[in-house]
């Protein structure tokens, strides 16, 4: 099971999988090739086995609130349900068959969370038809072309578990039309465009343009400085942060003290080799260590560290600061956010569904609740969850 998991977070969006070949017809008994009727949409078997495989792995990672008030409704759940007392233990000691989750035997939730998943997939269906959406971009294709890739090495999986080709496609081809119908309400020109004056005032939130130079606290030889080292390397940054601040390239004092530390580290090699006698194998020159330390970082990032993001928050465009800390002090540079040109359109479509995401699933809702739905039974007693568990 673990296996096909990870192939199965691989697939686009959300992973989920559609099977075509479980929807032959059940000629011995009722008729099984759907999973129910949504809005007079005859949704395939395939689909509905997609959805439980989706509930499946979310049921599988699901860990049970511990809070008083929720172990106490655990209990009475599972009294009501008839199991043992140990079914209230962690979840990491329970059957997987007999997990409680919201109140709901695990088989009766993955079963509902499959149902609301149908009824999505019925209502982007719809929708992008009722707005007159097209793909754009070649994206069939693209799609096509992705789970081609994916299929190659790991089809077998999925065939084994009852899962077409074709149905992946369908699936990933419905998510693709997911996307368009958030575009055609928040994209530029939408009906509820977002204006980039909002989307830059997210960015600017979150978002800061630095450039460093990372000064150790160490000699050569990667012993901490005491505290008269720590106070010349002191004087070193507060020397950059002026030449810096009166007009001096950033990435050549960066390269100077990249120079001076090589060297450092060089000379002391150097006279390790000597003490041992092999010093004519000993050499000062070293490669150099220069690296341009340009990067974006976001409000809760720890890199490079917790203080240098911290401080970079707090600093204007253009400012030029120290950060000091234990074993390191850092020249921070605070930049244009936007120097590279490309970072907003990089972005911007990232922010719309940080701005807009929840907003659209409210939406989904009000389409979803609209809907009238009639479960196949059949369907839901023939395709249970231990073909999930198999693989």
């Given at each position: 099971?673990?296996?096909?998991?990870?192939?199965?977070?691989?697939?686009?969006?959300?992973?989920?999988?559609?099977?075509?070949?479980?929807?032959?017809?059940?000629?011995?008994?009722?008729?099984?090739?759907?999973?129910?009727?949504?809005?007079?949409?005859?949704?395939?078997?395939?689909?509905?086995?997609?959805?439980?495989?989706?509930?499946?792995?979310?049921?599988?990672?699901?860990?049970?609130?511990?809070?008083?008030?929720?172990?106490?409704?655990?209990?009475?759940?599972?009294?009501?349900?008839?199991?043992?007392?140990?079914?209230?233990?962690?979840?990491?000691?329970?059957?997987?068959?007999?997990?409680?989750?919201?109140?709901?035997?695990?088989?009766?939730?993955?079963?509902?969370?499959?149902?609301?998943?149908?009824?999505?997939?019925?209502?982007?269906?719809?929708?992008?038809?009722?707005?007159?959406?097209?793909?754009?971009?070649?994206?069939?294709?693209?799609?096509?072309?992705?789970?081609?890739?994916?299929?190659?090495?790991?089809?077998?999986?999925?065939?084994?578990?009852?899962?077409?080709?074709d149905s992946q496609l369908l699936i990933m081809l419905n998510s693709t039309k997911k996307n368009l119908i958030f575009d055609h309400f928040y994209a530029a020109g939408g009906e509820n465009e977002i204006s980039e004056a909002d989307i830059k005032a997210y960015l600017n939130e979150n978002n800061k343009r630095i450039n460093y130079i990372k000064m150790e606290l160490?000699?050569?030889?990667?012993?901490?400085?005491?505290?008269?080292?720590?106070?010349?390397?002191?004087?070193?940054?507060?020397?950059?942060?002026?030449?810096?601040?009166?007009?001096?390239?950033?990435?050549?004092?960066?390269?100077?003290?990249?120079?001076?530390?090589?060297?450092?580290?060089?000379?002391?090699?150097?006279?390790?080799?000597?003490?041992?006698?092999?010093?004519?194998?000993?050499?000062?020159?070293?490669?150099?260590?220069?690296?341009?330390?340009?990067?974006?970082?976001?409000?809760?990032?720890?890199?490079?560290?917790?203080?240098?993001?911290?401080?970079?928050?707090?600093?204007?465009?253009?400012?030029?600061?120290?950060?000091?800390?234990?074993?390191?002090?850092?020249?921070?540079?605070?930049?244009?956010?936007?120097?590279?040109?490309?970072?907003?359109?990089?972005?911007?479509?990232?922010?719309?569904?940080?701005?807009?995401?929840?907003?659209?699933?409210?939406?989904?809702?009000?389409?979803?609740?609209?809907?009238t739905v009639e479960r196949n039974e059949a369907a839901y007693k023939r395709y249970k969850i231990e073909k999930f568990m198999e693989n």
């Amino acid at each position: 099971m673990a296996n096909f998991k990870k192939i199965s977070a691989a697939a686009v969006c959300s992973a989920m999988i559609l099977s075509l070949s479980a929807c032959g017809n059940n000629i011995a008994g009722p008729d099984t090739t759907y999973g129910a009727v949504i809005d007079g949409y005859k949704v395939p078997a395939g689909v509905f086995i997609a959805m439980q495989m989706n509930a499946y792995y979310d049921a599988d990672y699901y860990t049970e609130p511990t809070d008083e008030n929720a172990e106490t409704e655990a209990v009475t759940t599972t009294a009501a349900t008839d199991a043992s007392s140990s079914e209230t233990e962690a979840t990491t000691t329970t059957p997987f068959t007999d997990k409680v989750i919201e109140g709901k035997p695990v088989r009766e939730w993955i079963n509902d969370e499959a149902t609301k998943s149908m009824q999505e997939f019925v209502a982007i269906e719809n929708k992008f038809d009722e707005l007159g959406l097209a793909f754009e971009d070649n994206e069939k294709e693209k799609n096509q072309i992705y789970l081609d890739s994916i299929w190659e090495y790991y089809g077998e999986n999925y065939e084994n578990a009852g899962i077409s080709e074709d149905s992946q496609l369908l699936i990933m081809l419905n998510s693709t039309k997911k996307n368009l119908i958030f575009d055609h309400f928040y994209a530029a020109g939408g009906e509820n465009e977002i204006s980039e004056a909002d989307i830059k005032a997210y960015l600017n939130e979150n978002n800061k343009r630095i450039n460093y130079i990372k000064m150790e606290l160490r000699d050569g030889e990667g012993n901490l400085l005491k505290s008269e080292g720590k106070e010349e390397i002191k004087k070193m940054a507060l020397d950059y942060i002026d030449r810096i601040n009166t007009g001096e390239d950033f990435a050549a004092v960066s390269r100077e003290y990249s120079d001076y530390y090589d060297k450092l580290v060089a000379d002391a090699k150097a006279a390790a080799a000597e003490s041992t006698d092999t010093a004519d194998t000993a050499t000062t020159e070293t490669a150099s260590s220069y690296t341009d330390n340009e990067i974006v970082v976001e409000k809760d990032s720890s890199y490079p560290s917790e203080a240098v993001v911290t401080e970079s928050f707090k600093s204007d465009v253009g400012s030029v600061i120290l950060v000091e800390e234990d074993e390191v002090y850092y020249v921070v540079k605070v930049l244009d956010l936007y120097s590279d040109e490309s970072f907003y359109s990089d972005n911007e479509n990232y922010v719309r569904h940080q701005l807009k995401d929840d907003e659209f699933d409210e939406m989904i809702e009000t389409w979803t609740a609209a809907q009238t739905v009639e479960r196949n039974e059949a369907a839901y007693k023939r395709y249970k969850i231990e073909k999930f568990m198999e693989n």
